[in-house]
């Protein structure tokens, strides 16, 4: 069993920052890929980032490419996200998710989600 509980996310002007941070409890999180996805209000859920299980491999979603991070601490169990240069079309509820593989579109490979954090990005 992994719960996944995130923190760090806010209100925000455009072209600020924010780290988002998702803490694991559980001793098997280092055996699992993580991923970031978001759902802004009246859109479907959408991929923005992932990690493998080790960080030597991620994926990042073209809206976000060139802005947006991700990394990992197996020691720490957590997966962050830095998100820079925020635009207002970034706003939405991020939930972390372990994974079962780092190519993983949010359905069929999600064993544990965590509750969300909001992120409001105003213009």
């Known amino acids: 069993q992994v719960q996944l509980v995130e923190s760090g996310g806010g209100l925000v002007q455009a072209g600020g920052s924010l780290r988002l941070s998702c803490a694991a409890s559980?001793?098997?999180?280092?055996?699992?890929?993580m991923g970031w996805f978001r759902q802004a209000p009246g859109k479907a859920r959408e991929f923005v980032a992932a990690i493998d299980t080790n960080g030597y491999n991620t994926r990042i979603s073209d809206s976000v490419k060139g802005r947006f991070t991700i990394s990992r601490d197996n020691v720490k169990n957590t997966v962050y996200l830095q998100m820079n240069s925020l635009k207002p079309e970034d706003t939405a509820v991020y939930y972390c998710a372990a994974t079962t593989q780092l190519y993983c579109s949010g359905y069929g490979c999600v064993p544990y989600w965590g509750q969300g954090t909001q992120v409001t990005v105003s213009s």
């Open positions: 559980g001793r098997t999180f280092s055996s699992y890929a």
